[in-house]
């Protein structure tokens, strides 16, 4: 015979649980800030409102993409947008795929000089990237009982 408390309370309860664990806090908030940042600026490629994003190209880089910086802005942005999905849709791999695109944008910006700010900043953000590949071993990886 079931009673009319367990069933309610034994899912209610450890979702609660989840919810108050600092660790699954920590990835709830990286996972939607690396959900939602490369959405953004991956949408702002093609806009420009925010930055000039031509300029933050090594010329290295433009000399070896077909078209002009801007259109190679558009391919980044496209590759931004597609990383943001894939974390918020599988964070263990997105949260990787963003590690390594921030590493090839931190190449990128330490080709350029009085871009070393930047490239720090986004080492900084490299590093969150793997915190969230790490944690969402934990709390993505296996479904929660």
Do not use: C
Not at 16 to 33: C, N, V, W
Not at 93 to 106: E, K, Q, S, T
């Amino acid at each position: 015979m079931s009673s009319a408390t367990t069933s309610p309370t034994s899912t209610a309860t450890p979702r609660r649980a989840l919810f108050a664990d600092p660790g699954y806090q920590a990835f709830a908030i990286l996972r939607t800030a690396f959900t939602v940042a490369p959405i953004l600026f991956g949408l702002d490629k093609f806009t420009n409102l925010l930055v000039d994003w031509p300029a933050y190209l090594a010329p290295w880089i433009n000399d070896l993409v077909p078209g002009s910086a801007q259109d190679a802005m558009y391919a980044v942005g496209v590759i931004e947008i597609v990383a943001g999905i894939a974390v918020a849709l599988a964070p263990r791999f997105g949260a990787w795929l963003v590690a390594a695109w921030l590493g090839g944008i931190i190449v990128n910006l330490l080709t350029i000089p009085d871009y070393y700010d930047i490239a720090l900043r986004d080492f900084g953000l490299l590093l969150a990237a793997v915190a969230l590949a790490r944690l969402a071993e934990r709390y993505h990886g296996k479904r929660q009982h």
